[in-house]
């Protein structure tokens, strides 16, 4: 039986997004793109995309209740279309999949926070996915020393005990 899952995340710029989940226990795979744009290349100009990445987990191993915490610990929920220094449409905060139970679960999660009114993450219905360009595939494990709005600290939590 296959107990590989996938969700998307939308937390600012992709690097960070990436280099983060990459090691979070469970985590079998990332990929870092464009979420929901109207196109299927990466040649045009912006049309509507948020930056962000795919996460294929094994749910015998972590949860998509896991994966909440861990994405709300990196991100600033209560800003809209900025991270960091990184601001704009593109860098918005989202949660995105075709499975209707895993928008579900995410609404339920926001909606069980006490800061809930206060939450800019959108949840969406993931319609359109184009994988990044290699270069900017893993950029944070290549270029350590890259911007990025997720605190060190923060960004090394699981790379200890990576799996």
């Known amino acids: 039986m296959n107990h590989t899952d996938e969700i998307y995340f939308a937390g600012g710029?992709?690097?960070g997004v990436q280099e983060f989940f990459r090691h979070v226990p469970g985590v079998l795979e990332t990929?870092?793109?464009?979420i929901n744009g109207t196109s299927q290349t990466?040649?045009?100009e912006y049309d509507g995309y948020a930056e962000g990445v795919r996460v294929c987990f094994d749910a015998k191993v972590t949860n998509l209740y896991a994966l909440f915490l861990d994405f709300f610990e990196i991100i600033n929920p209560y800003s809209l279309n900025q991270q960091g220094e990184d601001i704009g449409e593109k860098y918005r905060t989202g949660i995105y999949s075709q499975n209707i139970n895993h928008r579900r679960k995410a609404?339920?999660?926001i909606k069980?926070?006490?800061d809930s009114e206060r939450i800019m993450v959108e949840i969406k219905t993931l319609k359109n996915f184009v994988r990044s360009?290699?270069?900017h595939q893993n950029r944070l494990a290549r270029f350590p020393l890259d911007?990025?709005?997720i605190p060190k600290n923060l960004?090394?939590?699981y790379k200890s005990s990576d799996h």
């Open 133 to 135: 360009a290699d270069e």
């Open 155 to 157: 960004m090394d939590k």
């Open 147 to 149: 911007y990025c709005h």
């Open 13 to 15: 710029c992709l690097w």
């Open 112 to 114: 069980s926070r006490d």
């Open 31 to 34: 990929e870092a793109g464009r």
């Open 42 to 44: 990466l040649s045009n």
């Open 107 to 109: 609404t339920q999660f």
